[in-house]
């Protein structure tokens, strides 16, 4: 709730007025001691100090990765030039009273000027002109946008990265941030313990959740290292948490498919000839497949080569010749510990989402994208779980 307040209400929304009105240059101290405030706050809600590579990740928007807290320096320009786009013709108005030609082209030298020295700093090589900005209906976003690409461009670009955080920011993406858009609602399972969210914030803003690595107590032939990020933790075995993180997340979907009278079963029996269940849920009917749909949860790390495509094709060589000769198709809802989620599934979700919109008399696009935040949800709740339950030798 804190974040969401952060981000929505208490925190930059107040700000923004400010930076909208007044030239970036001439109000650098109060940038400075805005920005110090939010980052105190964010690294007392996240438990850490932030590195400022960090810091930058925080900022971007959830559709780039980040957790969408601005940083004042990086919004600035884009406050200021677009709010001049907008007003510069009203503000002729009210300080010369009509309109004069000499003063209009003054001021809209003003706004052009504003808007190379933003274009200077972050989209020198984008393809726009001022007229683009100002034929914008929202000039500030339109702006803001090209910065949130270069600060994760050059976030991709930095050389002196570990590798752990270069592929944590190679993965992060719309999906990975959709948990920290959820409101908490406990009575439909958006709700996280504090240590839950912060472990989880920690997991994807690359932050040591532990102080030093050790030696994990899962019996596995080889003694396994546990790592301060708590990589190993989101796909290690032992005490079953991640059965307990698959469970929940087939359990969502099929209470979720039930609810709206979806015609499916919990973990088929007897499919194929031997004891393989490559069913966690049987479905019916979904559009656009001929044959019963097996549908496959499976729950993957993040920080391996193509995790969502080689979960899926070795789950595809595992069962789709047998399920084939027995009339059945396989669909694979494949999430990495991230929260990113291959498209594959997306037929499922949009027809449950299809359904629950009809029940809820909603559009399909907000029911299916809600039951979409709820399966990121639970995963990263999970796997933030399994992370705080590190056992070491
Ligand atoms: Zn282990």
Redesign the pocket.
Known sequence: MELLLIRSCVGFPKFNFALRTCHPDKIKDAMNAFENMMRNRLEFMIGSRLENWQRELSHLKCKYGGIGIPMVEKIAWSAYTGSLCQTYELQNKILFGKFDTGVAKSRLFAVTFAFMEWKTQYATKAKISIDDVLNSKQPQFFLSKYVNEKVREDLLAKHDLEIHHRILLQRCSDDTANWTRALPLPWIGLAMTNGEYRTALQFHLGINVYNKQGV???K?KFP?I?DKFGV??TF???GGRLVARHDRVRDLIYNEAKGVNISCEMEANNLLDNRDRPADILFANIPGYRRRVCLDVTIVNAFQENPLEKAIAAKKKKYMERLTRENLDLVVLAIDSLGNVHPECLPVVRFIGSKIAEKEGITEAEATSRLKQRIIFKSVQFTAAAIMDRHLV
């Open positions: 994990c107590s899962c596995s396994q546990s190993h933790d290690c075995t032992k």
